[in-house]
């Protein structure tokens, strides 16, 4: 039996190794396909090391069947999924607000498949994403990540019961939030663009004479490109600001 007395111990940094790589399977900056898979999964499980031995090593009961482990480990992986999760969504608002700014201003046409990201977006919307990513790493994302995960295995030990039910309705609400601040975001870049158009109509309305419809698309790019010149930086930084709360405040 003193031979097994391991057991346990490997056993709770096995279930700490599951918390870490579904975290940075799903965070920002932790995810990001800029960085081969091989060295990301190297980095989590020496994370995963660190914190676990960090935190006490302390051991975790042992299961009495495969389906206890097997519960336990996606315990474990729903627990930093989730949290990963919420803050990525949060912090595409930027590439969707970039996105809903390039359809409306009519750049839509261009748009193609981001191999960061994995799906099709514009030119304006890997723009806001990647200053977003400046802005977050800027700011520590990363690092509040796994400050986040060394403060979850304290605050909730592994083999212990996790709040998965919370976590998973946090999700939920970040995902509506995320929504909504794309939107927010957008809102000031399609509002000049509107105004644009009413400016147009207004001229129209002036000088029936003036063929209006071939204007239409240059003024939508002016005055929407002018107020991204100046609105972008402040729309990745806040969504940058938005996925780090997604940490802190856990």
């Known amino acids: 039996m003193a031979n097994e007395s391991w057991l346990p111990i490997a056993y709770g940094g096995f279930l700490v190794l599951a918390r870490t790589t579904a975290l940075f399977a799903s965070a920002p900056i932790l995810s990001s396909q800029l960085a081969p898979t091989r060295v990301r999964l190297n980095l989590a499980v020496v994370v995963a090391v660190a914190i676990f031995l960090g935190s006490g090593a302390h051991p975790a009961p042992l299961p009495d069947h495969l389906t206890e482990l097997m519960l336990a480990a996606a315990g474990e992986a729903i627990f930093g999924l989730a949290a990963g999760l919420a803050a990525a969504f949060v912090f595409e608002a ?47 994302l990363h690092r ?58 207004l001229i129209g309305k002036v000088s029936p004479q003036l063929n209006l419809s071939s204007l239409g698309f240059s003024v939508a790019i002016i005055a929407g490109g002018g107020a991204l010149y100046y609105l972008a930086p402040a729309v990745a930084q806040a969504a940058a600001e938005a996925s780090l709360s997604v940490f802190v405040r856990s």
């Not at 201003?105 to 806001?128: C, H, K, W, Y």
């Not at 509040?144 to 304290?154: G, H, K, M, P, W």
């Not at 939920?172 to 509002?191: E, H, M, Q």
């Open 144 to 201: 509040e990540a796994i400050r986040y995960l060394t403060r979850s295995v304290t605050e909730f030990p592994v083999g212990s019961s996790l709040p998965l039910k919370a976590m998973l309705t946090e999700l939920v609400s970040y995902t509506v939030y995320s929504c909504a601040l794309a939107v927010r975001l957008a809102f000031p870049i399609l509002g000049a663009i509107t105004l644009g158009h009413v400016a147009l109509g």
């Open 94 to 140: 930027a590439l969707s607000a970039g996105h809903l700014a390039s359809t409306t201003m009519g750049l839509g046409f261009a748009a193609q498949v981001d191999p960061i990201n994995g799906v099709e977006s514009t030119a304006i919307g890997r723009m806001t994403s990647m200053a977003a990513l400046g802005f977050a790493l800027t700011m520590g």
